[in-house]
């Protein structure tokens, strides 16, 4: 019987992107607001008995505001960590374990894919 080869992908190796159709803005520190309308049925519902907003504004923190214009679908998480080991220094420490927590939470949050 023939074992079948599993391959094993580097999480630093996906490329992200922005998600289609989800808006940003970066004021003049540099800071960005991701802006994500709320859609669908039960947005709707909320929205009239508990008056949730049609529009959340997400504010990035100082190292989301430096990622978020570095995710352009060709840099993979390798390279922007590079970048951001460059900009931050030892700031960033430990680099690599907080930008995988990082893309995949905005990864379960729908603002980015991972391909």
């Known amino acids: 019987m023939k ?8 999480f630093l190796d996906k490329i992200p ?3 289609e159709g989800l808006s940003y803005s970066t004021d003049d520190s540099g800071n960005v607001t991701l802006e994500m309308e709320n859609k669908g049925a039960v ?18 923190e100082e190292f989301g505001s430096f990622i978020w214009p570095l995710i352009d679908g ?13 900009h931050f220094g030892e ?22 894919e991972l391909k």
């Open 43 to 60: 947005n709707r519902i909320a929205q009239f008995l508990i008056r949730k907003p049609k529009v959340s504004y997400i504010h990035l």
């Open 17 to 19: 992107f922005h998600k």
């Open 74 to 86: 060709k840099r993979d998480i390798h390279e922007i960590g590079e970048l951001v080991q460059e």
């Open 91 to 112: 700031k960033a420490n430990p680099l690599y374990e907080r930008l995988s927590v990082y893309f995949k939470t905005l990864e379960s949050y729908g603002f980015v």
């Open 3 to 10: 074992k079948k080869k599993v391959i094993e992908e580097n």
